[in-house]
């Protein structure tokens, strides 16, 4: 019997960390969804509060929202 594999990619955004500027947050968000949409596998963004609470991220996510692959949660 043949089983079927199924893949999801979750990638856990955010915008805060003490640890990384803001700015390098968001350049890997966005180098995120090149390469999600570069290759044709389903994909999850979880996105922390201080995420959505930014007007840059959310707008990013609506400028792909064509993408059938990507799927968007929240992470809580």
């Given at each position: 019997m043949k089983t079927k594999k199924v893949i999801n990619i979750i990638n856990f955004i955010r915008a805060e960390d003490p640890r990384v500027e803001q700015q390098m947050l968001y350049?890997?968000?966005?180098?995120q969804i090149a390469l999600c949409r570069?290759?044709?596998?389903?994909?999850t963004f979880l996105m922390q509060y201080d995420a959505i609470a930014r007007p840059e991220y959310v707008q990013l996510l609506k400028d792909n929202e064509d993408d059938e692959n990507m799927e968007i949660g929240v992470w809580i």
């Open positions: 350049d890997t968000f966005k180098n570069e290759y044709p596998m389903p994909y």
